[in-house]
């Protein structure tokens, strides 16, 4: 089992529509959780980033933690077809630790 | 502009010739390491380094060599590339493993690599 799976999609969503995005993991001593965003041809960038449970929110985009059920999410609300790119979660034990990725979710926005 | 720098961005070589790629950044970031990214796999740490002569392996350091003489600069060298060595390669880089910002990675852009 893989530590950190990600469904692949492709996902392809009409312009305006809410997006959720989801990572399951199996090491409960992950406590720092992270969304990256990347763009065709282009690297990763840190998009959201939350500390053990809970949600954290900035503009359009909401990241969610369930520890117990090992489970985040990304929710994208009024999605933009610049949101189209590929969505990467990651996690690591502690600030000093390795950060372990995701394969990623490719998302389409269709204007 | 804050910014890790790779080059070159595509490569095209043939099994057994070296090659280096070269990462820098001019953010003073004290931990710099190299991913590669296959298709299914997601990114996967090849080498990192916490600071200038402190390097050490990640989870697929074979077939790979590094080296870290200046802050700035961390290139990646393939000694004997082969086929399976074909991928996308990320450098990136944090402030720094001891201030606690492990998690906040700046990525470059990338380099295509092909091994024929």
């Known amino acids: 089992q893989k530590e950190v799976e990600q469904d692949p999609g492709p996902l392809s969503v009409p312009e305006g529509a809410i997006v959720s995005l989801n990572c399951t993991y199996s090491n409960s001593a992950f406590q720092y959780f992270m969304w990256y965003r990347q763009y065709s041809r282009k690297g990763p960038e840190l998009l959201m980033y939350t500390y053990s449970s809970g949600n954290k929110e900035d503009g359009r985009f909401t990241a969610q933690v369930d520890k117990s059920s090992k489970y985040i999410s990304l929710f994208i609300r009024d999605s933009q077809p610049s949101d189209s790119a590929t969505y990467l979660c990651?996690?690591?034990?502690?600030?000093?630790?390795?950060?372990?990725f995701g394969p990623g979710t490719s998302l389409s926005v269709i204007p | 502009e804050a910014q890790v720098t790779q080059n070159p961005r595509y490569l095209i070589t043939v099994t057994g010739k070296k090659l280096t790629v070269t990462c820098s950044q001019n953010m003073n970031h004290e931990y710099m390491s190299w991913y590669r990214q296959d298709p299914g796999l997601g990114l996967r740490q090849i080498y990192y380094s916490m600071n200038v002569e402190v390097t050490d392996k990640g989870d697929v350091p074979e077939g790979y060599k590094v080296s870290r003489k200046e802050k700035r600069n961390f290139p990646l060298i393939l000694e004997s590339p082969s086929p399976n060595q074909t991928s996308l390669y990320f450098c990136?880089?944090?402030?720094?493993?001891?201030?606690?910002?492990?998690?906040?990675?700046?990525f470059g852009s990338g380099t295509q690599l092909s091994v024929l």
């Open positions: 990136a880089s944090t402030p720094g493993q001891g201030r606690g910002e492990n998690e906040k990675l700046f």
């Open positions: 990651a996690m690591t034990k502690t600030s000093y630790d390795k950060v372990i």
